[in-house]
């Protein structure tokens, strides 16, 4: 029961956290006081209550875009430790699952985007596409690097670090490189993404929302904060050498500490070209290739 309370409790309250701590990072390194730290709450309390406006030329499958994207965010966040401990729901292979309802909601955010009949958001699918194509070789090769480490086929198992070897400090590093990526490519954020862009012609994620408006729109604000957190939540599972209560408090730590850094990235570094950013998702996927390879060149089994 404490398992299922503290995972429900971090999965209500940590995607608005880091998404404001993130916003108050850039904001404050701007010279700027910034919204609250728990601005996307109200704004998705707001949009919920407001009457969604449709084009004329769509169909159901806009309007089923939405739901998915959030039901998705939801599923793959109960194969993971969102509060440093215990997943709530832990199977053989869980990370083919993790994986597949990410790209489930994706598709369907493409589909809508497509459905509007507007040029730009058919733009902005067709750059998702490319970018998720090379994205996902990253995530089975970072999951199937810890599964064949520690010997496990679950995905929170997988996540706790076992840094025993060489080895496994080279692909324990490897894959957070790859991680990070992964974050950045998911939430699209910078240096991938700019979520506070106007401008259409670069933008990526925020384009394909640009015809939704009120509990629609708050759903994609919804599932676009909780993959955000659940992607920080692996990578600070690897971080957290602790175990028991202390492992807790010390996930929510580095959990934040991940959302200032990526903070300060998108404060300092400016957005790729689109023709750069494949080169960046494939530095990531050569981080993870080096992972797998560091396991099998020891001999790792599943």
Not at 16 to 44: H, M
Not at 118 to 131: I, K, L, P, Q, V
Not at 172 to 199: F, K, N, S, Y
Request: charge should be neutral; proline fraction near 6%; hydrophobic fraction near 60%.
């Amino acid at each position: 029961m404490t398992r299922i309370v503290v995972n429900l409790a971090a999965l209500l309250v940590m995607p608005f956290l880091v998404t404001g701590t993130i916003t108050r990072v850039k904001s404050l390194w701007a010279g700027r006081r910034g919204p609250p730290i728990f601005q996307l709450a109200f704004d998705v309390w707001r949009l919920a209550h407001k009457t969604p406006v449709y084009s004329a030329v769509t169909t159901p499958v806009f309007r089923l875009g939405p739901p998915v994207v959030l039901v998705t965010a939801l599923a793959s966040a109960c194969i993971v430790p969102l509060a440093g401990g215990a997943p709530l729901v832990a199977f053989p292979f869980d990370f083919v699952w993790f994986a597949y309802v990410w790209s489930l909601g994706r598709v369907a955010l493409m589909l809508g985007a497509l459905d509007t009949g507007s040029s730009f958001e058919g733009m902005g699918a067709s750059r998702e596409a490319t970018f998720a194509t090379l994205l996902e070789p990253v995530l089975f090769l970072v999951a199937g690097a810890l599964c064949l480490h520690g010997g496990v086929r679950s995905f929170g198992a997988a996540l706790i670090p076992r840094l025993d070897s060489a080895p496994a400090i080279v692909m324990w590093g490897t894959v957070i490189v790859a991680l990070l990526v992964v974050i950045q490519v998911e939430a699209a954020r910078m240096p991938v993404d700019d979520p506070t862009t106007h401008l259409e012609l670069t933008m990526v994620h925020e384009v394909m929302a640009l015809d939704h408006s009120g509990p629609e729109l708050a759903m994609l604000q919804l599932g676009a904060a909780i993959k955000l957190y659940v992607a920080i939540a692996v990578t600070a599972m690897l971080l957290n050498p602790l175990t028991g209560d202390a492992a807790m408090l010390a996930h929510v730590g580095i959990c934040l500490g991940i959302a200032v850094v990526l903070g300060l990235v998108e404060s300092l570094v400016a957005r790729l070209q689109l023709r750069v950013v494949p080169q960046y998702i494939v530095v990531g996927l050569i981080a993870a290739g080096i992972a797998v390879l560091a396991m099998l060149g020891r001999g790792g089994r599943a």
